[in-house]
């Protein structure tokens, strides 16, 4: 499959999700992160994004909550280049009411090749990198032999 390339500018337009029994979590981290993070465009799923102005002081897009369909908006903008990094502390023991559009946020983030962290250490890593602070060139997968082919195939 071929590839192109997507420059990232140094100002990262970074997606903050978090289960309700993460949220504190993603709340502490972002307080502790809160100087890189200030210089980054921030997106959030409704009570995320709110939480994190409330007590954290940064500016968030606020989106739907997420079993109201926020987990598929932050998608539809991953799809559309619009969200390039993904921190999302899910709740791997707590069953989730919109799991399967969880599982979908997490499947466009690799469609696209966005960077996506699901816990704090891995989120850690990535906030810390040297690359948070300057252009980088994201290797998108070429679909468009795939859409072709999905164009030339009889329907069933």
């Known amino acids: 499959m071929d590839h192109v390339c ?3 500018k140094p100002k990262k337009r970074i ?28 997106y ?9 102005e409330d007590l ?11 079993p109201l369909g926020g987990d598929q908006q932050i998608g539809a903008k991953i799809t559309d280049g619009e969200i390039e990094f993904l921190i999302f502390f899910w709740d ?5 009411p919109h799991d399967p559009d969880v599982k979908a946020l997490l499947r466009i983030a690799v469609v696209w090749n966005v960077p996506a962290a699901c816990n704090r250490a891995t989120a850690d890593f990535l906030i810390s990198s040297p690359l948070m602070r300057e252009e980088y060139e994201r290797m998108l997968p070429d679909y468009e032999s795939y859409l072709t082919r999905m164009e030339h195939q009889p329907l069933a």
């Open 6 to 8: 997507k420059k990232m």
């Open 15 to 42: 997606a903050l999700v978090a289960h309700d029994h993460k949220k504190e979590d993603l709340l502490e981290w972002a307080r502790y992160n809160r100087l890189l993070l200030a210089q980054h465009e921030l």
């Open 44 to 52: 959030a799923s409704g009570t995320t994004g709110r939480l994190i």
């Open 56 to 66: 954290v002081g940064l500016r968030v897009h606020k989106l739907q909550s997420g």
């Open 92 to 96: 791997p023991l707590e069953p989730q």
